[in-house]
């Protein structure tokens, strides 16, 4: 026999329920091979979630065709018969929360049976529980034949819980009728969905809606708020004005020109200052003739056009000149 390494769908949500996306892509790979067993006449009889095995490809496999132990009919009245507790019962039990209505009526299992335990595994992988509760076998199977599933979680897309719902309808005609419907079904939600790539559209829409609907809160309560404080608030009181009989001329009718400004005296140009004192006169290099205003740090050479401090003027032969002083 082929050996699948991988973990099975009963490990995986120990952890918790899975996410939309991978729920939908399990579920259709489930569905697919059942419709390819329900081709060949073969009813799997044992659906549940420690039967799916996923590969660490994320490829479902589901096990276990024809060693699942069939429950005889004296076994499976005795069961629903019974006020004992789930783990008195052992291996039933785990058997017992996938049965469809009809099964537990005494009717043979059929594909129609086989989609209602597909259908309790994809309400186990949005949610993280079975659809149905009971504390015996006699509660649970009461539960199963006659009680509503329970809600699914708000987050889970309307869409997704449309399909769930018709797999745990009572009557198998309301089912779907082969695997491959429901697994077209599901690859059509997965579309509107957005391929399972983050949430769903109809999530996302949501988002937006209750974002919009809490802006709209917060600024309407801004609005009355401000309200409040202007009523809140004393009022100022208003000047009165005594109104008196005026000998004025009458107002013109158009606004007297007002007169041309004068144009602005521009300020006066700044005269160049030197860092140096005034006082210092102006040094003259012995050897070229070219004037130099000392008292600061910077000194012009005009041969080369590179600045000097006083130290090099006075090594490159510059001496204070008496008849011109700095300007």
């Known amino acids: 026999m082929e050996y699948v390494e991988g973990w099975t769908l009963a490990e995986l949500l120990e952890a918790g329920p899975l996410p939309v996306a991978k729920a939908l892509d399990y579920v259709a790979q489930t569905?697919?091979?059942?419709?390819?067993?329900?081709?060949?006449?073969?009813i799997h009889r044992d659906l549940k979630a420690s039967n799916v095995v996923i590969t660490a490809e994320n490829q479902a496999k589901l096990l276990d065709f024809g060693l699942a132990r069939k429950l005889d009919t004296n076994q499976l009245e005795a069961a629903t018969q019974s006020r004992r507790s789930l783990d008195a019962i052992g291996g039933?039990?785990?058997?017992?929360?996938?049965?469809?209505?009809?099964?537990?009526?005494?009717?043979?299992?059929?594909?129609?049976?086989?989609?209602?335990?597909?259908?309790?595994?994809?309400?186990?992988?949005?949610?993280?529980?079975?659809?149905?509760?009971?504390?015996?076998?006699?509660?649970?199977?009461?539960?199963?034949?006659?009680?509503?599933?329970?809600?699914?979680?708000p987050e889970v897309p309307h869409t997704v819980c449309t399909i769930v719902d018709r797999c745990l309808e009572k009557e198998p005609e309301r089912r779907y009728r082969t695997g491959d419907e429901l697994a077209q079904r599901l690859e059509a939600a997965r579309a509107e969905l957005g391929g399972g790539a983050g949430p769903?559209?109809?999530?996302?829409?949501?988002?937006?809606?209750?974002?919009g609907a809490v802006l709209m809160a917060v600024v309407a309560a801004a609005v009355v708020w401000r309200r409040y404080e202007r009523k809140a608030a004393p009022a100022s009181p208003l000047p009165i004005t005594v109104l008196q009989p005026s000998t004025a001329q009458p107002a013109q009718k158009f606004p007297a020109v007002p007169p041309a400004a004068a144009p602005a005296t521009p300020p006066p140009k700044p005269t160049r200052q030197y860092p140096g004192k005034p006082e210092i006169l102006v040094w003259v290099n012995t050897k070229t003739g070219i004037y130099h205003c000392p008292g600061s740090r910077w000194y012009k050479n005009t041969a080369d056009g590179s600045l000097m401090v006083q130290r090099q003027a006075q090594q490159r032969g510059y001496r204070p000149a008496a008849s011109k002083p700095c300007e």
């Open 92 to 153: 039933l039990a785990g058997t017992l929360a996938y049965m469809a209505p009809e099964v537990l009526h005494g009717k043979p299992a059929s594909a129609s049976s086989d989609l209602w335990s597909l259908g309790a595994l994809f309400y186990q992988m949005l949610s993280g529980s079975l659809p149905f509760k009971g504390e015996t076998p006699f509660e649970l199977s009461l539960a199963i034949m006659v009680e509503a599933p329970l809600p699914l979680p």
């Open 200 to 211: 769903s559209t109809l999530l996302r829409r949501s988002r937006v809606l209750v974002a």
């Open 31 to 42: 569905a697919a091979a059942l419709a390819h067993a329900h081709c060949g006449g073969i």
